[in-house]
């Protein structure tokens, strides 16, 4: 039985593309996506194709008891959970305060910290008496400092920051290994920025951009989350921020 | 017809004391807490005593319509809204992860963000208007890091501080001064620390230190919220901490 | 005999200002600057005429003994020193690294941090004796963060910020109030912002922003400053920001 | 010819399993400290034994033209400089401001600011024509808050980061790498703490602490060194952390 890594939020960007690598270092890869069933089943086709082991989930994380269930019915049927990645987002778009709506500003928040909270306080007990885990957590730039148009996303994701300190603080030295991932740059993703942007507009910028490297590749950041999750124990990073060398930082101007 | 310093979040600490100060200084004094007619009745009395105006709202912010109701009903019947003191801590006890609930989680969000979100949507628009307003939003050190006991106050402050700098990135240049003020330390105040300890404690405590300033005085604390809103708007501070000089800074050792 | 306001790095912007205002509420204002006994006279003058003490000197501060000394001086022949104000720059331009010489980079540690150090270990040490005193230091956004043309500056900042930390951790609770003032905008202010621009333009400049505010007024900076000064030791303020409302925070976009 | 990873301030901790680390993957390790002959030879020994490639260098970097010489005769004769690794602390004991020089606050920063300063501006032009290099700065936790007895190492390293930041912002899109690595932690190395604690000691506490993985070990620091000298262009890491899970985190209480 091979230890699993759960990916939350495993669109065809960072979610999938981590889900994969570690599936091809010997992990069963376990995706949740709320929607798209098509898309879920390519990712999880790619990773069968390698030879691998992969298992797919259209669940909605904010809804009651969700998560927990998945985490108990994984952790019967599949196997014990090794690497979870938190890789659900809470960017709604660019919003000035009038434009933010009670429902928006709570959505951000079921999604970015109290699913993580639940996920923790499910998984985290586990890991604890197995005295091994990795919780991989994708930040963005709005945990760092909020923006005009980013009221619910900044609350959002600030909140998680602080509770991937205080999960660190209290987990760390019972052998959880939980990384906030800045991630600071737009990712070369066809669910979230293609999204976004539409496809017609996402394939001009990314013709456009050619192999300038200006957005981030996901498979890049897998390798970085899998080095992560590979840190010994004497020597773990628990923040780091990842971008592309052309993108500015978010602290300059 | 006075301007009005809305408290919300008026235990006999740092709120009471910024709602006298203002209101020694020409503010009407409008103080909302949750529950304790009694000790509201000594604040409103206080205020009262010394010739200055001051209301009394006993209200539940995390309700419903409660702060919307309320910004209106004080709009129309007692005067413009001009500083608002967001004072409603987060703080649920020391409690490690399997000790905190989903409810309390949720009710740490509701009150530090929620909360802070609504009131700034009713009110900003309005101050907007008048091109004038100071929003004060008292703030703790889990809002700046996690600590292992401290997983719902850390969420709930740090998305709060991020809310605060995205509000002020849209508002400020608008005339509308936000300013985000960590409170680092105990602060000598009955209705939070006091019902922490418990009185008898609480009083053995102060006794201790007799005038050795170890707590911060919540007096001194509205001084320098009252300073925060003199200042011209060529020259306004957004962040700022406020301890004891026997406090050690949470950054330190 | 009245107390000393020491003022090193007294231009015609936020130092003389400070001095000003510290003379106007009872300190006899000592004006430090490197150069210019004209500037240095009209300051003094400003004061003097309006019935207080001020007393000019033109010193280096970088060089061997002069700011040792000048303590000494002061503390013998006029009063004890019970306000430092460390309003040393160390901006050179915006320079690219190949156009940064060694000797800037030198130049800019020596003026903004061995300075610091060294009025530090004369002063402090007074101003324990009596229990008190006050250290404000004007600081600068590139204390916060370095952006490409700001090699020498940033550097010398960010040590400069580390150092006001370690002094606030180890006097503060000595009765010594050591505060880091970071000023995020541009100052109006002949003697830096109006020299880096030349006359005219920095004329043109204040006339075309007429009464916007955008220039943070050095009068409004000082009466901040004072503000600290006069906080209690129950609630002292370590770091504030303090930037026009106009101003883009430096952590937005 | 292999390509060259320079590592200023190998002491057999950090810098000498760093070098032997790239040069088991395809690098001539040049090492360079400033003192101890013998324990230098024993580290280039080690590293050819392996059948890898090793020059060693007794250098003292705070001495003129000492790195700048350094860098044009590698570049000449052993090969081009594809990494270089500044290793090299100012860490000089836990003293009061009292107890502090003016000698050894000039030293910290002639060491931790000054040489990066002087070793970028002689390496990265080289480094900038070949559109490639990786700078990897050792940090500390000196870097993020100063301590009371930090004065000169917090002020250097301070001052250390913002000059990474202001490199990144100025090279990172020229193809140069350059990141801020942050131990936060006791590293187990005889050249650091070793020296610190004394032979005897050091011997001690390692046998206490066993297997616990209190101590950071190098050779784990090294590899996650390697790993983001990996990073694709694409997906950067400016800022990371490493401590033991044991550790504390310096934000923590």
Same mark, same amino acid.
């Given at each position: 039985?091979?230890?699993v890594?759960?990916?939350?939020?495993?669109?065809?960007?960072?979610?999938?593309?981590?889900?994969?690598?570690?599936?091809?270092?010997?992990?069963h890869a376990c995706l949740v996506?709320?929607?798209?069933?098509?898309?879920?089943? $390519?990712?999880i086709?790619?990773?069968?194709?390698?030879?691998?082991l992969a298992t797919g989930y259209?669940?909605?994380?904010? $809804?009651?008891?969700?998560? $927990?269930?998945?985490?108990?019915?994984i952790?019967?049927n599949i196997?014990?959970?090794?690497?979870?990645?938190?890789?659900?987002?809470?960017?709604?778009?660019?919003?000035?305060?009038?434009?933010?709506?009670?429902?928006?500003?709570?959505?951000?928040?079921?999604?970015?910290?109290?699913?993580?909270?639940?996920?923790?306080?499910?998984?985290?007990?586990?890991?604890?008496?197995? $005295?091994?885990?990795?919780?991989?957590?994708?930040?963005?730039?709005?945990?760092?400092?909020?923006?005009?148009?980013?009221?619910?996303?900044?609350?959002?994701?600030?909140?998680?920051?602080?509770?991937?300190?205080? =999960?660190?603080?209290?987990?760390?030295?019972?052998?959880?290994?939980?990384?906030?991932?800045?991630?600071?740059?737009?990712?070369?993703?066809?669910?979230?920025?293609?999204?976004?942007?539409?496809?017609?507009?996402?394939?001009? =910028?990314?013709?456009?951009?050619?192999?300038? !490297?200006?957005?981030?590749?996901?498979?890049?950041?897998?390798?970085?989350?899998?080095?992560?999750?590979?840190?010994?124990?004497?020597?773990?990073?628990?923040?780091?921020?990842?971008?592309?060398?052309?993108?500015?930082?978010?602290?300059? !101007?």
């Amino acid at each position: 039985m091979k230890p699993v890594c759960l990916v939350l939020g495993a669109g065809r960007g960072i979610g999938a593309n981590v889900g994969t690598y570690f599936a091809d270092h010997g992990y069963h890869a376990c995706l949740v996506r709320r929607s798209n069933q098509e898309a879920l089943n $390519e990712s999880i086709d790619l990773i069968q194709k390698a030879g691998n082991l992969a298992t797919g989930y259209l669940i909605n994380v904010i $809804e009651d008891d969700s998560v $927990e269930d998945l985490i108990e019915n994984i952790e019967q049927n599949i196997g014990p959970i090794e690497v979870l990645v938190y890789n659900l987002g809470a960017q709604s778009g660019m919003k000035l305060l009038a434009e933010t709506s009670y429902k928006e500003f709570e959505w951000a928040w079921r999604i970015a910290n109290l699913g993580l909270f639940r996920t923790a306080q499910s998984l985290i007990p586990l890991m604890q008496q197995r $005295e091994k885990g990795t919780f991989l957590v994708t930040s963005a730039t709005a945990a760092m400092r909020g923006n005009k148009n980013q009221h619910s996303h900044a609350s959002a994701m600030g909140g998680r920051r602080m509770l991937c300190q205080s =999960l660190n603080a209290e987990f760390a030295s019972k052998g959880i290994h939980i990384a906030h991932i800045i991630i600071d740059g737009m990712v070369d993703a066809p669910d979230t920025l293609g999204k976004m942007l539409g496809d017609k507009e996402f394939n001009k =910028l990314k013709e456009d951009l050619g192999s300038s !490297d200006l957005l981030i590749s996901p498979l890049e950041i897998a390798k970085t989350y899998y080095q992560i999750h590979l840190q010994h124990r004497s020597a773990w990073t628990h923040e780091l921020n990842i971008s592309s060398y052309l993108d500015k930082q978010w602290w300059n !101007d």
